[in-house]
């Protein structure tokens, strides 16, 4: 059979066994899944035993990629990875999510695709370490003992070189010798300026798969060629004449924007993007001359250095390209590493607890040190690498209360940017995001800031949310029980910013650049209509968006299987707390606020969670979904998950 | 190869393969960057093919990032 936007097949590798096996794609699951996280966790609810470790073989890791990516379809370049990730989201360690990664590429996903595999399933553990080399003439796994040990940026060069293709590099996804060592909130990275699984590399780590290569010439064919250049082409050009459109990434304002600017030397995106999210920068002069950072988030630096005291950005880019190039969560080191230095300081931690190490803040040879105790699990470093759960038991303090350091936790893992400070930096009194703060407690995983809730980066009006409402796709009657003249309901809007966001992921679109550069993509008719076109599937944007919906419930019901219910989706302690740090963007009191500045109380959350799971048509009290609701997405055949609880 | 109508900056490349998918596209009509006429690897080298049209400069038209232009002529 042909097909048409996907590549038609979905490889299944067992390395346990070394058996490689090659299954074309299920058209009837392609139409009701669409691609992307929505095969991959379909995968995942067919396959993963409930309740198993994750760091087991048993474990399953499933690469995706979307219908869209690797065409010309703006912002195309997003792969995914779904999986049960590595993080203990409960006391007793008995409780792990399963969720999406979504991750940019340059190469990987077009060369996955073009090897002639839209997904990747991968299963058991090798006996010794491998990687997996995907190309459209075979699929071999291949020894990795001269580049076990490796970090990111040597194994991603030393791969590119061996396997080079005709016009460019292979794609690489490469785990790091925390994802070696099992450090439970290690990642892997994506043809070198990609992060990629946030607590998924130690899954893979654990399975002694070092990366995978991919590389092909098979081509994608799209269904009518003529209709998707005609309607990609006009969405292009809409892109460049909206006023918002920016090429490259906002370095920030100020005094931090200015230095980032100045020290900025290449710029790098995704494939098809149309804008680069990630930037490269470099110390040009001085004691760390050549020392450089690249990564999709410029206030990372910034960040590192005013937390942790550091005296200059050579000091936050050595401390910054040393975690990643072990392939560590920063934001989850940084919050860890504060954490344990307060502890030390406050006489909690011993200097016997520390390996030695003597206590000095905005040290960076001390932060570096306790960097080299975690990824080589030493000392209070061992403790520091099983995650937030079991290092807090040690310390004796509750990882879902404050500490000190106004990091919340919410399922076991720290949200990488805060509701209460992350509007008031770009405005004052309201924020941009209308639903972050919620869609952070919601969510399976506490994803990225933009990740499967309505997020948008301008400054924009009340007329702008709802615009970009009715862009999703939803009825009159929807958008009537969201919006009065003057205010909207955060939890009912939510529901739908996160259906809608998981449309983007299904197809293989950047969620990412269409909130800060092309917002003219979040336009679910287009996106139905680019669907058809380059599948042959026609589809309506409200079956679209109802996809998204669909897909958004199985997340819910793989998560539900594994224990995980409202009690759950607990607000932070955190978010009812004054911030009190010395940033002066966050001068003044920062509580939680919703979008029209007005500070939230605990009652106001719960309602916002209990008008988020009626619009979900949910069970309130358990906050998941009900048999009458999973009959009508045609999930009734995993009706028995919900009823058993 | 260098191209006459064609200026190149590899220290602009994003690696968006822009550039490959609507060669590819075009001209085997699937999109293939391993069967363009445009070799890419930022930020050290775009080069075209002995393959590469004469005259067709459609790549400049997808490079958003200043990496691939058209030289006027004159």
């Not at chain 1, 459209?136 to 003992?145: G, K, L, Q, R, S």
């Not at chain 1, 590389?215 to 009518?224: H, T, V």
């Not at chain 1, 500045?597 to 209990?610: A, F, N």
């Not at chain 2, 997808?62 to 004159?74: D, P």
Request: aromatic share 10%.
């Amino acid at each position: 059979m042909e097909y048409y936007g996907y590549a038609g097949n979905i490889l299944h590798v067992d390395l346990n066994t070394r058996q490689i096996r090659r299954e074309p794609l299920d058209t009837k699951v392609a139409r009701k899944f669409i691609g992307g996280p929505g095969i991959g966790l379909k995968i995942l609810i067919d396959t993963l035993k409930p309740g198993i470790d994750p760091l087991s073989p048993e474990n399953v890791l499933v690469f995706g990629t979307g219908p869209l990516l690797g065409t010309l379809v703006p912002g195309s370049g997003k792969c995914y990875l779904n999986t049960k990730y590595s993080m203990p989201a409960s006391k007793n360690g008995k409780k792990y999510f399963v969720s999406t990664s979504m991750f940019g590429s340059n190469r990987f996903g077009v060369m996955m695709k073009n090897a002639g595999y839209d997904h990747i399933v991968i299963t058991g553990c090798a006996d010794k370490p491998c990687y997996l080399k995907v190309t459209d003439e075979d699929v071999e796994i291949c020894d990795a003992i001269d580049i076990w040990g490796k970090d990111v940026y040597e194994v991603g060069r030393i791969l590119r070189e061996r396997h080079r293709g005709k016009t460019g590099n292979c794609g690489t996804w490469v785990i790091g010798p925390a994802g070696e060592n099992l450090v439970r909130f290690s990642m892997g990275w994506t043809d070198d300026w990609h992060n990629a699984g946030r607590f998924a590399g130690a899954v893979s780590g654990a399975k002694r798969l070092k990366a995978i290569v991919t590389l092909g010439n098979k081509g994608i064919k799209i269904a009518d060629g003529k209709r998707f250049t005609k309607i990609v082409e006009k969405k292009r050009k809409e892109i460049q004449s909206n006023p918002n459109y920016r090429a490259t990434a906002p370095l920030g304002k100020g005094k931090t924007g200015t230095l980032l600017t100045e020290l900025m030397v290449g710029i790098r995106g995704c494939s098809g993007g149309m804008c680069a999210c990630k930037s490269i920068h470099e110390i040009k002069d001085g004691k760390y001359k050549g020392v450089w950072f690249g990564g999709s988030f410029p206030a990372i630096p910034s960040m590192l250095q005013m937390q942790l005291q550091l005296k200059d950005y050579g000091e936050a880019f050595t401390l910054l390209g040393r975690m990643n190039s072990y392939g560590l969560c920063v934001v989850t080191t940084l919050n860890m590493m504060w954490l344990v230095t307060q502890q030390y300081e406050r006489g909690v931690l011993s200097r016997d607890d520390m390996g030695g190490l003597e206590l000095k803040i905005g040290d960076l040879d001390y932060y570096l040190a306790l960097i080299e105790k975690i990824v080589h699990r030493q000392d209070i470093g061992a403790i520091m690498a099983e995650g937030w759960y079991p290092l807090c038991e040690r310390l004796g303090i509750d990882a879902s209360t404050d500490y000190g350091t106004g990091c919340a936790i919410t399922k076991g893992i720290d949200l990488l940017v805060d509701a209460r400070i992350w509007p008031s930096l770009f405005k004052q009194g309201t924020g941009f995001s209308p639903c972050m703060g919620l869609g952070s407690i919601v969510h399976a995983k506490a994803k990225h800031t933009h990740s499967a809730t309505y997020w948008a980066s301008n400054e924009i009006s009340f007329g702008d949310v709802k615009r970009d409402t009715e862009k999703m796709g939803i009825t009159k009657e929807e958008l009537d029980r969201i919006f009065t003249e003057d205010y909207f309901d955060t939890g009912r809007l939510e529901k739908y910013g996160g259906d809608a966001e998981t449309v983007y992921n299904l197809l293989g679109t950047c969620d990412t650049s269409i909130h800060w550069a092309n917002d003219p993509l979040r336009d679910m008719p287009w996106l139905a209509e680019a669907y058809s076109a380059a599948t042959g599937f026609d589809i309506t944007p409200r079956d679209l968006l109802r996809a998204g919906e669909r897909v958004f419930n199985l997340e819910k019901l793989l998560n539900v299987r594994e224990g995980f219910n409202r009690g759950d989706d607990r607000i932070p302690p955190v978010y009812l707390q004054n911030i009190e740090t010395p940033l002066p963007a966050r001068e003044g009191d920062r509580y939680l606020t919703d979008w029209f500045g007005r500070r939230l109380s605990r009652e106001d959350l719960e309602t916002m969670l209990d008008t988020y799971y009626e619009e979900r048509g949910w069970d309130i009290q358990k906050g998941v979904p009900t048999k009458t609701k999973l009959t009508e997405l045609e999930l009734e055949q995993f009706a028995d998950i919900v009823e058993s609880i | 190869m260098g191209k006459e109508n064609i200026s190149t900056d590899a220290e602009k490349c994003t690696g968006c393969m822009r550039c490959q998918l609507i060669c590819s596209f075009t001209y085997t009509g699937a999109f293939n960057p391993e069967k363009s006429c445009i070799v890419i690897n930022p930020p050290d080298e775009i080069c075209f093919t002995d393959e590469c049209r004469e005259g067709c400069s459609l790549c400049t038209r997808h490079c958003e990032f200043g990496a691939i232009t058209r030289l006027k002529a004159g």
